[in-house]
């Protein structure tokens, strides 16, 4: 997950910029406008902050345009390999002939039988 957000082709849904300053500006109004305590106002923008940052981590990520485009190039080619490749009954030997396309082929799920021989 590092590396795909790093590469940029991953993002959160729910940035944390955004929540966190949408919860203390909400949480400064009520405070503000219902309380006059300080213990309270300090106690809303702290719990604001822990809230905002909680929903930021637990929402998840989604795929950028970069990542979404990524993502239908290796279907395209999985689609070429599975159109044009037959590597269907090729065996770990095949590497001899196919190259890095049945390493390609057996992490797209299109060379089952070299997966099932490589795998324990």
Known sequence: M???????????????V???GAFITTAIGFALFFF????V?????IAAQVLGTAICLVSGRALTRSG????????????YIHRHGQ???VGPAGIVMWGPYLA????????????RVLTP
């Open 104 to 115: 390609y082929g057996v992490v797209l799920g299109e060379a089952d039988d070299a997966a």
């Open 36 to 39: 006059t305590r300080p213990v």
């Open 41 to 45: 106002y300090v106690t809303l923008v």
């Open 2 to 16: 590092k590396r795909a957000t790093s590469a940029g082709f991953v993002t959160r849904v729910l940035p944390l």
């Open 18 to 20: 955004d929540m966190s």
């Open 68 to 79: 979404r485009r990524h993502r239908a190039r290796w279907g395209a080619f999985r689609r």
């Open 87 to 89: 590597l269907d009954g």
